[in-house]
């Protein structure tokens, strides 16, 4: 398979870009930084606001790994996502998009969602606002092949690869130990397995650690 990932010296997504190459993968990784920090020997410095349909053709997915963390940068979070979704619209390439777990439900009647919670921490909340709001501009895309994939609650970055994840949907799902966690790796295989067997068309999925 052929894969572009964007933002790709992100955290995650160099996470994403190393688990892809492992499975033999033919990765191209874009970032707007000279230097290419991931471990694909393809890499295009390009912003991702200036990426064309040009430069994402022939690609069987794209992942989408931008990250903002600064408030005043979090409507970039749906400023870039739907730039991908207007390059991407009408093409067989999917979307993938390295989602927050602040929009899951925490309601089986999806009315409350975790960053409405009393103790959820004010200085995510715009970044889970924002990444709440991407998602919902994807709902309202029929024309992209996209799926949103929210990590569990716990995301951390330097948590070990266990291999082993638990796939849920719409709601914050506890493993067998009552967490709510996950690593930057073993999300990375999550979102390697969704780009080969592509099973969650135009869905918002989540995962956790077994």
């Excluded at 409350?112 to 991407?134: C, H, R, S, T, W």
Aim: hydrophobic share 40%; charged share 25%; glycine share 10%.
């Amino acid at each position: 398979m052929k894969i572009a990932v964007v933002a790709a010296n992100g955290r995650v997504a160099k996470k994403v870009v190393k688990e892809a190459l492992e499975r033999g993968m033919e990765v191209t990784a874009f970032g707007r930084g000279e230097t290419n920090n991931t471990d694909a020997s393809s890499y295009v410095q390009k912003d991702i606001m200036e990426l064309t349909k040009a430069d994402l053709a022939g690609f069987d997915a794209v992942v989408d790994g931008f990250g903002a963390w600064k408030d005043e940068e979090q409507p970039m979070h749906i400023k870039t996502s739907q730039h991908l979704c207007d390059i991407l619209s009408g093409t067989e390439t999917r979307l993938l998009i390295v989602g927050g777990a602040g929009s899951l439900y925490v309601n089986p009647e999806h009315t409350l969602q975790v960053k409405d919670g009393a103790d959820f921490p004010a200085m995510f909340l715009p970044l889970a606002n924002a990444q709440g709001q991407e998602l919902e501009e994807h709902r309202k895309r029929s024309d992209v092949k996209w799926t949103f994939i929210s990590p569990a609650g716990d995301f951390q970055a330097e948590g070990e690869r266990t291999g082993k994840y638990i796939l849920a949907g719409e709601e914050l799902t506890l493993n067998s130990r009552g967490e709510s966690i996950i690593s930057y790796a073993d999300y990375a295989i999550a979102m390697v397995d969704e780009i080969e067997k592509g099973k969650h068309i135009q869905q918002r999925i989540s995962v956790v650690r077994e």
